[in-house]
């Protein structure tokens, strides 16, 4: 009788890499990816390093603005720099353990794979005479092995929320600075490279970075210092997997970050007015399939920052989205702004008119209201939703 071999090789590989790459590279099962988003402070994590002719002016960079940051660093490299090691520590920024052979988790054998973390820490403590706590493997790339090994050498596994990809080819110092800016968040732990092809990209990108994230409010802290910065248990990756579900939503109805700013209380697109119609306090009639602004609430915010907080920032945020209302061409032609929510007696704190819906939609709103909530670690009970609206005109003179 013949061994199914390919059936055995099939299965050994899914144990090996498959189910690896799905829940831990991936999903970031068991790993730090970012912080809570209650504070404007993220972690700058910086890998490959150190490299004698890149890390010093990464480090000017990080000093000039008083920017605290992670490195994790290679063990031949951290042996051959321990001058720079002891600069990183001495100027208050993290060592943390990248690998002791720069190779991709899949292109080692299981046994390389799983020695690799803890040869590395050891090394690296030699040269710090601290005990590193975090580890990233090159490319962030994950196997079986890769993950037995870094349990057993007691090191806590980071991946990243924003990546810069300063190492790709056609990147420049301003895209990296425009992707960064972009995606960046409260929390987020940005990856960038200090050494290597990424480094002169990163090296160009990072005072013109920095000076824009802290206009922006942000400070940057080692990731032992990030609030929240644990590793993702089942609560986390159910609100990963609803993060996910809203950026798949975005990408088919074309809901753009307001402000093109990931870090904005509010998400915007261009849709047909979905009910039969309302009749404003204005007296304006609204129709079905109406020319409409939707704004979406970033949930993972709001959450973090509670509804107070969340309140004083939509005042702000507001702003932006009337900036997008006279600059995205999608939304040009619109006639109203309005929103579908169980946080309607709010927004009319923020002085949109309120009205209830068809009891269909409300049920289905209701349903899905209760499914956001437990997702995101919240009081299931909402309130009942409702339809928030105001003109165009009303909108853009109260935040235009």
């Not at 403590?125 to 993950?147: E, I, K, W």
């Not at 959450?303 to 009337?322: I, Q």
């Not at 309130?383 to 005109?393: D, N």
Request: aromatic residues 6%; glycine residues 8%.
């Amino acid at each position: 009788m013949k061994r199914p071999w390919g059936a055995v090789l099939g299965a050994a590989l899914l144990g090996h890499i498959g189910l690896p790459y799905l829940l831990v590279q991936l999903a970031g099962a068991g790993l730090v990816v970012e912080g809570r988003r209650a504070r404007r402070e993220l972690a700058l994590t910086f890998d490959d390093g150190p490299d004698p002719q890149t890390t010093p002016a990464v480090l000017d960079a990080l000093r000039a603005a008083g920017a605290q940051a992670t490195f994790f660093v290679l063990a031949s490299a951290a042996e051959a720099q321990p001058a720079l090691i002891r600069r990183l520590l001495a100027e208050g920024h993290e060592v943390a353990v990248h690998a002791a052979r720069h190779r991709h988790a899949w292109r080692r054998t299981p046994w390389s794979a799983y020695r690799d973390p803890g040869e590395a820490a050891r090394r690296i403590a030699a040269v710090t005479g601290q005990r590193p706590r975090f580890h990233r493997p090159p490319h962030g790339a994950y196997s079986l092995a890769t993950v037995l090994g870094q349990r057993a050498a007691g090191l806590t596994g980071v991946q990243w929320s924003v990546e810069g990809r300063d190492w790709h080819p056609t990147s420049s110092p301003e895209q990296v600075t425009d992707r960064v800016l972009a995606r960046v968040t409260p929390g987020a732990v940005v990856v960038l490279h200090d050494a290597g092809p990424g480094a002169r990209n990163t090296v160009a990108a990072l005072p013109a970075l920095l000076a824009e994230l802290s206009a922006r409010g942000y400070r940057s802290v080692s990731l032992s210092q990030l609030e929240g910065a644990a590793p993702l248990d089942g609560a986390g990756l159910r609100r990963r997997a609803f993060m996910a579900l809203d950026a798949v939503y975005d990408r088919v109805h074309h809901v753009r970050p307001t402000g093109g700013r990931a870090d904005n209380l509010f998400r915007t697109g261009r849709v047909a007015f979905p009910l039969n119609g309302v009749t404003l306090q204005s007296g304006v009639s609204v129709a079905h399939g109406t020319p409409a602004a939707e704004y979406h609430v970033n949930n993972p915010l709001m959450v973090d920052l509670g509804l107070r907080r969340s309140v004083r920032l939509a005042r702000e945020d507001f702003r932006a989205v009337a900036r997008d209302l006279r600059a995205r061409p999608d939304l040009q032609d619109t006639q109203v702004v309005f929103c579908l929510s169980a946080l309607s007696s709010l927004l009319a704190t923020l002085g949109f008119e309120t009205y209830d819906l068809p009891p269909a939609d409300t049920r289905r709103l209701r349903r899905w209201a209760r499914t956001l909530r437990r997702a995101y670690g919240s009081d299931p009970n909402a309130p009942e939703p409702k339809l928030s609206i105001l003109s165009r005109e009303a909108f853009l003179a109260l935040y235009g």
